[in-house]
């Protein structure tokens, strides 16, 4: 005796049929041609299909999918900037620099020698508290370093943290931003021999000495260096940086 194989009734081909197999593998019914052998289709009732399992998707699933893919390509075209500051900054110098680049999508944070202290620029316009002490970070952690100018520069090159975290981002060949009397800090990396760079005019000579060639221009670029003159360059200055990020 044989045995019935039932075909789902979902194929189209073969709806209502049953394959009949022989014991000894030769065909059971009439009219065995040669195309099959040990098998014959005999009519017969189809068995069911069963039935389909469907996994319904979470409301709003799709559009939090979205979201998240959305993310994550803002957050990989979003660079991390740093800037180091303490009291009597050039207030301009910090405030329009931190906004343009926030407001271009980018993520700043703001490092000086004491975290969690509220520093003041110099004309007590603009105040902030800084998020991180320089020896709490790495130069590794950003892709780019902004230094804005006024006296707060020349204290910063008293802080040997301060210091090493500057040196960091040129040894690692990242975007450097100096506007103004930033230029005592980048002497103070010793970052500055043999580049061209612009500054306050006031310290030109320190950076001359320095080994830097300076000149009297709005922005000055050499590789991964960015250097101004005053907040009168700061639209030009600002520029430049966005560009490198």
Request: proline share 5%; charged share 25%.
């Amino acid at each position: 005796m044989g045995r019935s194989l039932p075909i789902c009734a979902a194929a189209p081909s073969l709806a209502a049929a049953t394959i009949t197999v022989g014991a000894a593998g030769l065909a059971t019914g009439s009219g065995g041609g040669g195309g099959v052998a040990g098998a014959v289709l005999a009519v017969g009732t189809a068995a069911p299909c069963p039935p389909a399992v469907w996994r319904a998707e979470p409301r709003g699933y799709k559009q939090r999918r979205i979201e998240t893919r959305t993310q994550r390509y803002e957050e990989a075209l979003m660079a991390k900037v740093a800037f180091v500051l303490t009291d009597d900054f050039e207030d301009s110098e910090f405030q329009v620099p931190y906004d343009r680049i926030r407001e271009a999508g980018h993520q700043v944070t703001v490092i000086g020698p004491e975290s969690g202290k509220e520093v003041r620029g110099k004309k007590g316009k603009a105040s902030f508290t800084l998020e991180a002490s320089s020896d709490e970070v790495n130069a590794a952690d950003f892709d780019a370093l902004v230094i804005p100018g006024g006296y707060a520069p020349d204290k910063l090159r008293m802080s040997a943290g301060v210091v090493k975290f500057v040196k960091g981002f040129f040894d690692g060949d990242k975007p450097v931003a100096a506007i103004c009397h930033a230029g005592s800090l980048l002497i103070e990396a010793d970052a500055v021999r043999g580049r061209t760079v612009t500054s306050w005019p006031s310290i030109r000579t320190d950076l001359t000495n320095a080994g830097a060639e300076w000149v009297d221009r709005e922005v000055a670029e050499d590789r991964n260096l960015i250097t101004s003159r005053k907040p009168d360059d700061l639209d030009a200055f600002v520029a430049a940086v966005l560009r490198r990020l």
